[in-house]
């Protein structure tokens, strides 16, 4: 039985204009998407700026998501760091803060060899908390291949894999070579996941339309595919920024858009161009107001 099951929300961290963190309106963040109807919530990962965050403040971000969620949803906490020593830290404080489970890249600071990698996540296995692991060779060296994800998958609490490739034959591979669930990373293969066998998305744009990005991977898990169509091309615009560098500008737009604001991203990341905001909000108008989207 999966254990990571659904549309899991990978969290952005909301931003005072001053770039503080918002812990009130990260809470508020929780809730409402809890109340959307999403499955699980992602909390310290790439869209959530983790990079940006002191530790202070990046342990306050994982307390109050696993706080907000109040046990209705799992809560799996991003472990991005570059020491292995900082990576099982953050396994550690996720485990004794109440968290279903970790998302943990491989070594992000240089080209590791295989054995490195392994040893990386036997040593994050150690912690006794469900590991997903997190491939995501678009901007990072290391690219978890079938192969070795069937090498790492024999540790105790390697549970599944975030795919991010955006190669839907992985889907494929991984099941056939692994036990591992998998979880499709990138929104534009949203739909392409469930149908090739993926059990769970972990999501971008469902930070800002949450109940239509559950009604499309339920279609699609379904294997209701003219309805399923419908929905992801109204969507899919939207979704292609989640594999742009700029995701998270672009995303917390769209949370405005969505009467849900979460304020700037903190810098490097600065605003975009007026005619990028001007492109998302035609297709977010285009897409919230197509009426296989309102149904």
């Known amino acids: 039985m999966s254990k990571f099951e659904g549309v899991h929300v990978a969290l952005v961290t909301p931003m005072t204009n001053d770039y503080e963190v918002n812990y009130q309106r990260l809470y508020e963040i929780c809730e409402w998407l809890i109340s959307e109807g999403v499955n699980g919530l992602i909390p310290a990962g790439s869209l959530g ?67 490195e990698v392994i040893a990386h996540y036997e040593a994050l296995s150690k912690v006794g908390i469900p590991i997903i692991a997190y491939n995501n060779p678009r901007d990072y060296a290391v690219d978890l291949t079938p192969d070795l994800l069937a090498k790492i998958s024999k540790l105790d609490n390697i549970v599944g894999v975030k795919e991010f490739s955006g190669d839907i034959r992985r889907v494929h591979d991984i099941l056939e070579k692994t ?76 949370m405005e858009l969505a009467g849900q604001p979460v304020g700037p991203t903190r810098p490097p990341r600065l605003a975009l161009t007026d005619e990028v905001y001007v492109a ?13 989207t309102k149904g």
């Not at 046990?71 to 760091?81: D, K, Q």
């Not at 292995?84 to 489970?101: F, I, L, P, Q």
């Not at 998302?280 to 296989?292: H, L, M």
Request: proline share 7%.
């Open 179 to 254: 036990d591992l669930e998998v979880l499709i990373g990138v929104d534009d293969l949203a739909m392409e996941g469930p149908l090739c066998g993926a059990t769970g998305w972990i999501s971008g744009v469902p930070n800002a339309l949450p109940a239509e990005g559950v009604k499309l991977f339920q279609l699609a898990r379904a294997g209701k595919v003219d309805e399923a169509i419908q929905l992801y091309r109204k969507l899919i615009p939207l979704f292609h920024y989640d594999a742009e560098p700029q995701l998270v500008q672009a995303i917390k737009y769209m």
């Open 280 to 292: 998302i909000k035609e297709q977010f108008q285009k897409a919230i107001n197509s009426p296989v």
């Open 49 to 115: 700026e983790y990079a940006t965050l002191s530790n202070e403040e990046r342990r306050k971000v994982v307390e109050t998501v696993i706080e907000a969620s109040k046990g209705h949803v799992p809560v799996t906490v991003g472990t991005g760091a570059p020491a292995t020593k900082d990576v099982v830290y953050w396994a550690e404080h996720a485990k004794n803060s109440g968290a279903s489970g970790v998302m943990a890249l491989p070594p992000i600071n240089y080209n590791p060899l295989e054995n």
